[in-house]
DNA sequence: GCAAGGTC
């Protein structure tokens, strides 16, 4: 038997159904789906993963944080484990009758690793199993087709590459993490991570922040004067300096301007605006972002559109479509349905010629649309995404917009003022893309040594502005350009910061706590705050996949080097928990007491529970409360009648909760209780009694709203038939083990509670 | 309980 691995379901199926012509089986392995049929050299199976089926990890022995020294966690063992059961088994089952594997992974680095870590699956049951390697770059029959009779070889090389990223990631990651959160006294779920993707992006936010706080903030004035054509037409010119320094100057400048105008200049030319290209991951956020759409939200969007086969793969780096995608194919899909005149103007093309990026890679297509879809079919915000994805698919093989541009200059009084006017002439790619399109400026028509008349003149006050914080979708770009991430984790790496109560808000803001932890970095382990550990790290990988070092050689060098690091953050362990110390409490005031003038910040009462308490106790005894669980983030609004910072409650995995103001907070639920005393005195003893019987019901997991017999079942095949087992475990591992969605668990498990 | 990378 023929055993053929996808990197995912969905392209196992597809690259079955090429093969076979459509004549296939579905075949269920383990709970896993596979894909068989007979050809003529024998049965072929085809299984799909789930990206990686295994993940490193550190021994048990070295899991409590408070007995095992961080530092020991750079020369400890890293064992592989899997993630995957189901799937795992499933290999092992298929692994042992295949006389053939063929790895089909993903043409990547990390494809390259996942496809060795199910070889070695396999290998462990049927050692000596022949095995070879497939290329391709889009599902397409021609690649498909070719990439089978062209098989080539595994590069363990290039595995290995991969797998010293994950070596290095964990121990530097978790061994610094640990250190970090040690040093800080903040163990349990509020811990600060420290990685080598999430710390360097975590400083570019604090850095902006000081920036920001840095600059100065400068008066100036802009000089206008309105001006009226001898038709009564009016306009607005500036004077040619743009910025005054000194009212002085701009005043005296006034003072001296008459009433008359003549035109000095015309210049009249076109612009050519380029169509835009392809969408890889990174350019589709952008754009996203410019629709209101959070990277991390774009992201869930275009997967549910993949999963139903409406668009293409939605986590690439290539912007050239590869040469075997037949593009007038995929625009004839259009040719019907809401983007027919746009479809059918394309097609009536000689020659389509897409725009390319300067990315080329051999991992997906670019984010193209793979079928029709109809407006009832999706709901809006994925219609939005779908409408956008066509249109830029379309926008890349139209013609460049064309613009006619005028400049002019002026004369007023012998001072300089200048006008420039643009007018779109030819929409071209515009028309498909009509998204952020620049508006006209207009200007009537001019002549040199045409008089006017000044109807005013304005002086505008302005102040240079800092430095603009950084919006998801900036930063997401900003990443991609210092090599930080890759597609599919940037907008990840981006929630973490949020849910780890690092930042907050949208453009980023980062918490002192952020920069308790990027300056402590920053002095004692400079290496993993800065984007040149990827970089180097990227430098080692290529040398591994080459052949020019071996593995071990890279990760020998580089433990030495975090040994070193070590015994500088050692050394000054006492400074590095003093100043991080020093930011948690900053993060901690919410203001000024109302009553005594002293300072209002959150505590924790002996009992653990949160609230905000006054430092002026006993004294002073006023306090607030706080919600039981959630990251508190104390933000820069003020309330205006408490004078009060507004809070945020942030909790892993679900919406960031706006408390506000947590006086005003206070009073509504305090209002909303006496209302409800107030109407349900006589109710009370009726309302307490469901609450009992609760109580005594909810024993049985399918007394949970939303879990029925099947649901139940599931639970039961993997050990679970009593509430308090389903309220204990992970939501992850359960999701994991049973295919529910992590939400939905998540949700029956707080229902409980 | 720790990272980052796949996929869902």
Not at 274 to 298: C, D, M, V, W
Not at 416 to 440: I, K, Q
Not at 639 to 645: M, S, T
Request: proline share 4%.
């Amino acid at each position: 038997m023929h055993l053929i691995v996808a990197e995912k379901h969905i392209a196992a199926k597809r690259i079955a159904n090429i093969l076979s012509a459509g004549k296939l089986s579905q075949v269920r392995v383990n709970g896993v789906d596979t894909y068989q049929f007979e050809a003529e050299d024998g049965k072929k199976v085809f299984i799909g993963l789930s990206g990686h089926i295994v993940k490193l990890d550190f021994p048990r022995s070295y899991n409590n944080w408070q007995k095992v020294e961080a530092k020991e966690l750079v020369d400890a063992d890293v064992i592989t484990v899997s993630t995957e059961a189901r799937i795992v088994a499933a290999l092992k089952k298929l692994g042992k009758e295949a006389t053939r594997v063929t790895i089909a992974t993903d043409y990547d680095r990390e494809g390259e690793l996942i496809g060795v870590e199910a070889l070695q699956i396999i290998r462990e049951i049927n050692p000596n199993v022949q095995f070879d390697r497939v290329h391709y770059s889009a599902i397409t029959p021609k690649e498909i087709i070719d990439a089978f009779e062209n098989v080539s070889n595994i590069d363990f090389n290039l595995a290995d590459a991969g797998h010293s990223r994950q070596v290095l990631d964990l121990v530097w990651g978790a061994s610094l993490t640990r250190f970090i959160s040690l040093a800080a006294g903040r163990l349990g779920k509020l811990f600060l991570s420290v990685g080598r993707v999430q710390s360097p992006t975590l400083a570019l936010i604090v850095d902006k922040e000081k920036e920001r706080e840095a600059f100065e903030i400068k008066p100036y004035w802009e000089l206008y004067a309105h001006l009226k054509d001898r038709k009564d037409i009016e306009f607005t010119v500036q004077h040619v300096n743009r910025r005054f320094w000194e009212k002085h100057e701009v005043d005296k400048l006034v003072s001296n301007l008459g009433k008359n105008a003549i035109i000095k200049e015309v210049v009249t030319s076109t612009k050519k605006d380029k169509p835009p290209i392809p969408f890889n991951t990174t350019e589709f956020i952008t754009a996203a972002s410019s629709l209101g759409f959070t990277p991390a939200s774009a992201m869930r969007i275009a997967e549910a559109l993949y999963i139903q086969g409406f668009i293409s793969y939605p986590r690439t780096d290539n912007t050239v479509y590869p040469a075997t995608l037949d593009l007038r194919e995929m625009i004839e899909i259009f040719a019907k349905g809401t983007f027919k005149e746009y479809a059918e103007k394309l097609l009536a093309k000689e020659t389509l010629e897409p725009t390319r990026g300067k990315k080329e890679t051999t991992d997906h297509p670019p984010i193209y649309p793979a079928s029709l879809a109809k407006k009832s079919e999706l709901n809006e915000q994925e219609w939005k995404i779908y409408e956008m994805v066509v249109r830029r698919f379309f926008a890349t093989f139209a013609e460049p917009a064309i613009w006619e541009t005028i400049k002019a200059k002026f004369d007023v009084s012998s001072e300089e003022f200048s006008a420039t006017g643009a007018r779109l002439v030819e929409a071209g790619w515009r028309w498909y893309y009509p998204y952020n399109a620049p508006e006209d400026r207009l200007l009537p028509a001019m002549k040199e040594g045409d008089e006017l008349t000044v109807r005013e003149i304005e002086v505008q006050d302005k102040e240079t502005q800092p430095p603009g914080r950084y919006g998801q979708g900036r930063l997401i770009r900003t990443m991609e350009e210092l090599g930080l991430g890759t597609k599919a984790t940037r907008h990840e790496i981006i929630s973490k910061l949020y849910s780890r109560a690092y930042v907050h808000g949208n453009p980023l803001q980062p918490t002192k706590t952020a920069y308790a932890v990027v300056e402590a970095l920053e002095k004692y382990a400079p290496t993993i705050s800065k984007p040149e550990m990827t970089s180097r790290l990227e430098a080692d990988m290529d040398r591994i996949a080459e052949g020019q070092i071996p593995e071990e050689d890279v990760l020998q060098e580089s433990r030495e080097m975090l040994n070193s690091v070590f015994n500088d953050l050692e050394k000054n362990k006492d400074n590095i928990t003093e100043s991080l110390r020093a930011g948690l409490r900053e993060d901690k005031v919410i203001g000024t007491c109302s009553k005594c003038g002293s300072v209002l910040m959150v505590m924790r009462s002996k009992k653990g529970s949160r609230f905000i308490g006054c430092k002026g106790y006993p004294e002073c005894s006023f306090s607030l409360p706080l919600p039981r669980s959630g990251h508190v983030v104390v933000t820069d609004k003020l309330c205006e009648e408490h004078g009060l910072y507004h809070i945020r409650v942030i909790t892993e995995g679900k919406r960031p909760w706006n408390l506000g103001c947590p006086h005003c907070n206070f009073n509504e639920w305090q209002r909303a209780q006496q209302e409800k005393e107030e109407g349900t005195q006589e109710q009370k003893a009726v309302d307490d009694k469901p609450s009992e019987e609760q109580g005594k019901r909810t024993k049985k997991i399918t007394d949970i709203k939303g879990i029925g017999k099947v649901t139940a079942e599931k639970f039961d095949n993997i050990g679970i038939s009593k509430l308090e087992d389903l309220v204990s475990r992970d939501a992850e591992e359960l999701a994991k083990l049973t295919n529910i969605s992590i939400n939905k668990i998540r949700e029956w498990q707080e229902s409980v509670v």
